[in-house]
């Protein structure tokens, strides 16, 4: 028999799950929309069904365990608690549900240390003992790995990186507080950063003609690709203060590389560009030219289920 | 025959170093002037030479390794590197000049990193996996604990918390950058708050009839031990930006502890109180009440080379 893993990425709409075989190939495919069960046992019963369901489509595959990114996930716990954007409310014991229904090991965590370990499994920093993940969409994830080893710290909920307060009293972030890395440096942030910029700028531009509740990162990038000066510097703005972020992050762990995954990254060297050249002027001195910052080396595609199997797939040797 | 370990302190101006068993004991000690050997081969001579002595003393104990603390040094090439406080110019092999005048394993690494291992070992962390150590004296270091493990990253000069950025475009640092956590979280950089603050308020102090250049941070603890309005604000003000850095290290690692060190700490509750106070404030949500704020359980007198004689026994089972 063959060996294989299911990946789960549990979102606040939809959940998404496949086989995972160890080279990393999704075999089979599927997903849930997450708000059609505000009750957890409904959820659990509907997903494990559903990969009970893939499995007999692969009889030449045994299942060796199911790794799950989601919101708010305590890798220590295996629990998902007090997720905003999900309906199930408290602490929800998902590792512990689900192995009742399939008799497998469980992991957990947040999404953002599933993508870390999708990179390292499968990815971009195969080899790499030390690197962070920074997935830039509506808000900052990060997944930091530390000689080889994911950072979940004594609580287990490590690597909020987009928490980091980076200006004091700045823009308010969901979070409740101010001034946090993802009020800036995030799909949400490249918004924000633009209406300010139309404010205090006086070039013309055709961002202006776009309700601020329609702006979106992509629109900002593909103005920045035609010169667009305000989209230009919404962008070498929202670079630096990344960059901010990430020398913050390199004074503390010293990577070998930073990569940048998620909407705002697909803007490709719009972004990565002023990103290098910010670090190469404020980075401190020791660590200057020590860290690569690197696009993903996973798809968007399938990334999340990927990463969530290879936290199963990590630590297996054959 | 018993096993002991030598700790070795290297500052600029003075070399410290004893010979410590495993209990943490300092058995014997000694000390040079660093600034007596211009060359690192006449220091390591007298060095290796003192230390021989030192174990004539103890004929009943062997050696089973030597830990040194320093300025610039790494961890992975057991080298000091473009230090700026020490005569030795370029890279320094140390660890291989030492081994080859006293035949054992030799470990090298930033005196903050050393302090960490020796509050693992022996002082308030111990049965501690996540932790960090501030040492707040003219500049801030830190030692980091992940998982049992000190983290020395890729390069290994990890844990250069002082060198984050606080303030982007604030107060001048002696890296050559702007807003560093140490220009202002340090016993330094209460002296430059309180010498702000003389030209923002207006209150009288007894401060004010110190030269600046004169002016520490013990006077400045003890003018607010007597209450005195500029020095509790500076104390305060110091106690807030250290609280955000501390919060920009809880989203990275999420430790149970932070031991806070060195000169500034002695100023005790005047300065851990405030501490608390914007940490219970300012934390995100995930981390609050999850973190202890502690004073070392090492003593300053000796923790130093307790501390790089721990690089050698962690790690020692019998």
Redesign the interface.
Known sequence: MKKVVAGVDIGGTNTVFGLVDKTGKVLAEGSLKTTDYPKINDFVQALTTAIKKLLSTKKEYTLIGIGIGAP?ANYHRGTIEHAPNLAWKGIVPLADLIKSKIKVPVIVTNDANAAAMGEMIFGGAKGM??FIVLTLGTGLGSG?V??G?M???????????G??????DGRDCG???KGCLEAYASATGLVRTTLELMSVMREESPLRDIPPSKLTSKKIAEAAAKKDPVALKAMNDTAEILG?GI???I??????AIFLFGGLAQAGELLFAPVRKYLAK?N????KN??KILPSGISENNGAVMGSAALIWNGISD
Chains 1, 2 share one sequence.
């Open positions: 708010d003992k030390d930091i530390i000689d080893k950072v979940y710290g004594h609580t287990g909920f490590a690597g909020e990186l928490h980091m307060t980076v200006v004091k979070c409740g507080r901010f020398i913050n992050s004074v503390f762990s010293s990577p070998e404020n401190y001195v020791l660590f020590t860290v």
